[in-house]
């Protein structure tokens, strides 16, 4: 019997903080597949170098040198998985840009599965989730429904360290949760 491709995942934080609590997820996220699921692997794609989106700098279908590379690395994942805080009650500023930049003709993102989970203030990043789901519909990405993550980040118990890494079990188990939920619809959707 052949063995499963292995769904590769392309794992976008929204934050460029040296110690985001989404960056941890992403690096939990990392483990766990590595750790305990099958046929998954996820790898975090840095959108920290990006320019600001500006059309003039495309010349045809060429894009600058860190977007071309951002947009390989978008374009030969299977699915997504999206964590970010929510800034102003909506998608922060350099999530924006990397969404914008991928979405130039032609459009990486189309026809792929994707997960959201959320690190936040006091809402848990549920507005940064229900606008990215928005423009998600623009951009053709299918989004698992359930489960949901909107981790409280600043309230007790606590879970993140002085560096960002998720240390608090449930939250890790919900994480693993979702992660399954997405390498299974990523698996129905097909490549
Ligand atoms: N938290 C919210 O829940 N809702 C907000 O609207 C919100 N706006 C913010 C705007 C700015 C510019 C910043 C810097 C933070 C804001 N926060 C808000 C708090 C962040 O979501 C929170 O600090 C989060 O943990 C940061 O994520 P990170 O640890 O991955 O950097």
Same mark, same amino acid.
């Given at each position: 019997?052949?063995?499963?491709?292995?769904?590769?995942?392309?794992?976008?934080?929204?934050?460029?903080?040296?110690?985001?609590?989404?960056?941890?997820?992403?690096?939990?996220?990392?483990?766990?597949?590595?750790?305990?699921?099958? +046929?998954?692997? *996820?790898? #975090?794609?840095?959108?920290?170098?990006?320019? %600001?989106? &500006?059309?003039?700098?495309? /010349?045809?279908? $060429?894009?600058?040198?860190?977007?071309?590379?951002?947009?390989?690395?978008?374009?030969?994942?299977?699915?997504?998985?999206?964590?970010?805080?929510?800034?102003?009650?909506?998608?922060?500023?350099?999530?924006?840009?990397?969404?914008?930049?991928?979405?130039?003709?032609?459009?990486?993102?189309?026809?792929?599965?994707?997960?959201?989970?959320?690190?936040?203030?006091?809402?848990? +990043?549920?507005? *940064?989730? #229900?606008?990215?789901?928005?423009?998600?519909? %623009?951009? &053709?990405?299918?989004?698992? /429904?359930?489960? $949901?993550?909107?981790?409280?980040?600043?309230?007790?118990?606590?879970?993140?360290?002085?560096?960002?890494?998720?240390?608090?079990?449930?939250?890790?188990?919900?994480?693993?949760?979702?992660?399954?939920?997405?390498?299974?619809?990523?698996?129905?959707?097909?490549?």
């Amino acid at each position: 019997m052949e063995a499963k491709p292995v769904i590769k995942v392309a794992a976008v934080c929204g934050s460029l903080r040296k110690a985001s609590f989404n960056r941890g997820l992403i690096l939990s996220a990392i483990e766990i597949c590595n750790e305990s699921i099958r +046929g998954m692997e *996820v790898e #975090f794609v840095d959108i920290s170098g990006l320019p %600001f989106i &500006n059309p003039d700098l495309e /010349n045809g279908s $060429e894009f600058p040198e860190a977007v071309e590379e951002f947009r390989r690395k978008i374009l030969e994942a299977d699915c997504f998985l999206f964590a970010s805080p929510e800034y102003n009650y909506s998608i922060p500023a350099p999530l924006k840009n990397a969404l914008d930049w991928g979405s130039r003709p032609p459009n990486v993102w189309a026809d792929k599965a994707a997960a959201i989970v959320s690190a936040a203030g006091g809402s848990g +990043g549920s507005r *940064v989730q #229900f606008h990215l789901r928005q423009v998600g519909v %623009f951009l &053709n990405i299918h989004f698992i /429904n359930k489960p $949901e993550l909107y981790i409280f980040a600043h309230k007790p118990p606590k879970k993140f360290d002085s560096d960002g890494n998720l240390i608090h079990d449930e939250t890790r188990e919900y994480l693993k949760k979702i992660l399954e939920s997405l390498h299974s619809f990523a698996g129905r959707l097909g490549p």
